[in-house]
């Protein structure tokens, strides 16, 4: 998924035969949080934030971070990761809406899962197959539910054409007959039928909001981007204002008893969007008022550093997150490999991560792939220039390309102080070996304007995190052009790449029989990656967060990107 997306540790998932996992709850008694006193039900929480989120709609949402909220607040899966920070059960599924982790068959090729009893929409009408069926459906429509995750597209059991599949989803119906081939109801249990093994299936429902249910007669296409029609513990309070948030309050046709996840404590959620990180931060700091209930995404600027001591310290964590941050060459723009190869050559991570907060804020990174996935994981030889830029080198590779002052602009997710400094530190290193380079900064919603093929700039900035313990939510989600290249989304391919070979070698690896298997293609696919610069790796992210002094059962959680799990906060009353 994009930074914000989540990434777990490695599971190793059974291949072959047939598979239904026990459910089990999550979030038991014995996940003790960072901050557990007093963690009743009731009061307000509040979460600041500045970046916009840029889809609700849960077959759109693909940003880890709304990824995760709305899965704990609103929005229901047939299997979910549970509330703990024990890495050892965090990337391990339980149920939900289903009564058990699914059963598979046919070597992969089918997965079933059967609703609970009582499982309620915010308006009291029952959950249906039906409902998740169409909710799927609705993924294929990709001229108008756009943004999201499209693992659907290549899996399911529909013809394709020309590298799409035949059905273009519940509004066009084209190739209708065969969806409902791939996707059955049978009262009450759903199947699925793959072209392929999907061994890691329930993995991906439970990542994902895209598997989700959705009520046809609550859909609108792309106006329902900010609706919210919950099944979860809390619904939106009167609507979401882009910019600005919104409000959650309990849903009163939520049955705790059919939810072994969530703790669902507070009475109400409130996001505010639109806050500057040192103006959050600050508040968070100096801790009065409703700044004592509040929880948020974004880092402690460097500059702030040395304010976290203490008793503020005690309410700050630092983890590893699983997001990978990395450059995109324009392949429609870039064409010279030697020019992207300078490019290369004059990043300089050290000045990035410098720029960025250091050794608080990032580690270095030597691939696209984190190495918490570590059957796939290796340095990429292609990455051969250093950390910290090689200028003469990149100088030469220009004068080759017969190129020496190429003119670029670098399209990055701005907005604070912190990403400017950085995009300058880039701008200096490449200026010194020759480009000439304009700063193009998107401060508003910022994927959803990169995913567009004709979207403005050479270079563009990106953040993944795997969507779930396997390579082949990196590799194929960023690069295969079959699935990403349309014409009016490039899906998370931003730099527009295509190459025949690469799409090759990642049909090999999904015919892989084992993970390990699989993971040495993509080590192998990933350094033909760096050969042709279809990336460059910066760095690592950390994580480093502040919350409120009232705040409760605060848990550093793999599952939802060490973001705050909203399943398990609380607010002192």
Known sequence: ?????????????????????????????????????????????????????????????????????????????????????????????????ATDTGKMSDGGKKWSFTLKDGVKWQDGKDITCDDLKYGLSRSFATDVITGGPN??????DVPQKDGLPVYNGPYKKAGQADFDKAVTCDGKTITYKFNKAWPDFNLAVASLRAFDPYRKDQDKGDKSNYAVFANGPY??????????????????????????????????????????????????????????????????????YGQVTGKIADRSTNPQSPYVDYLVPNFKKMTNPKVRQALLAATSQDAWIKAG???????????????????????NPAFKYGTGGNIEEAKKLLKEAGQPNPSIKFTYSGGTPTSQKQAAALKDTWEKAGFKVTLNELTDTYYDVIQNPNADGDVFWGGWGADWPSASTVIPALFDSRINLTAKSNGQDYGNYKSDEVNKMIDEAAKATSVDAAGEIYKKIDQKLGEDVAYIPLESQKFYLLRGSNVTNYIDNPATSMYPDLGSVGVKK
């Open 235 to 304: 619904k939106l309070q009167g609507t979401w204002q882009k910019g600005k948030g919104g409000t959650f309050v309990r849903n009163e046709n939520y049955d705790a008893k059919t939810d072994g996840v969530r703790k669902a404590l507070p009475d109400k959620i409130v996001f505010q969007e639109g806050l500057t990180n040192e103006v959050i931060n600050q508040r968070l700091i100096a801790d009065s008022g409703n700044d004592k209930n509040a929880v948020t995404d974004r880092a402690v600027p460097p500059s702030m």
């Open 1 to 97: 998924m994009t930074m914000n997306k989540k990434s777990y540790s490695i599971l190793a998932v059974a291949i072959a035969g047939s598979m239904s996992l026990a459910a089990c709850g999550g979030g038991s008694s014995d996940d003790k949080g960072s901050s557990s006193e007093g963690g009743g039900k009731g009061g307000t929480l509040y979460y600041l934030s500045k970046r916009p989120a840029e889809h609700l709609d849960p077959q759109r949402m693909y940003i880890g971070r709304d990824i995760a909220d709305m899965g704990r607040l609103t929005y229901r899966s047939l299997v979910q990761m549970p509330v703990t920070e024990d890495a050892a059960k965090a990337d391990k599924p339980v149920a939900d809406l």
């Open 357 to 379: 907060g250091g050794d608080k804020a990032y580690t270095n990174a030597y691939s696209i792939i984190n190495p918490a996935l570590t059957t796939a994981y290796a340095k």
């Open 151 to 156: 693992y659907a597209l290549g899996f399911l």
